[in-house]
């Protein structure tokens, strides 16, 4: 059996990454947006703290996350990626479980950074029921 080529590693690497971009700005948009609201509203009125409001959205991102993960593999599909043109006996070889892993590591990370983005647009002094922090 022939070694993946560094070529094919990197093509293999990028179609585990593209997927987890998606999938990391879905979960961080959500999370974040959804835990902000039940802070802000179910946490005031309730006493709850921020790290449950957290959990709550962290909820919400993983149903989120199980409903539309067709919508991004239908998305990745259509980007006419290369193919790496390995076999199956090709990809179970340690370098590229390895290119397929850090492929995956590098892509939700980078979509997790993208997904908090919106953070730079919330107003995070205000608090539920038009209460302002001050």
Excluded: W, Y
């Excluded at 835990?35 to 309730?46: E, K, P, R, Y």
């Excluded at 709850?48 to 990745?76: N, P, Y």
């Excluded at 070889?93 to 397929?100: C, D, H, T």
Aim: some cysteine; proline content about 2%.
């Amino acid at each position: 059996m022939d070694e993946p080529s560094s070529r094919q590693l990197r093509i293999l690497g990028l179609h585990a990454a593209i997927p987890m971009v998606g999938f990391g700005i879905m979960d961080n948009l959500v999370m974040i947006q959804a835990g902000d609201m039940i802070d802000n509203s179910l946490g005031v009125a309730f006493g709850l703290s921020t790290l449950t409001a957290a959990g709550f959205g962290q909820c919400f991102s993983d149903v989120a996350g199980v409903t539309c993960g067709g919508v991004v593999d239908t998305v990745v599909s259509k980007l006419n990626l290369p193919q790496h043109g390995l076999t199956t006996s090709q990809r179970m070889l340690k370098k590229s479980r390895f290119a397929i892993t850090i492929g995956g590591c590098m892509g939700v990370l980078t979509g997790c950074l993208i997904g908090m983005s919106c953070i730079l647009f919330m107003d995070t002094d205000k608090v539920g029921f038009g209460i302002v922090r001050t």
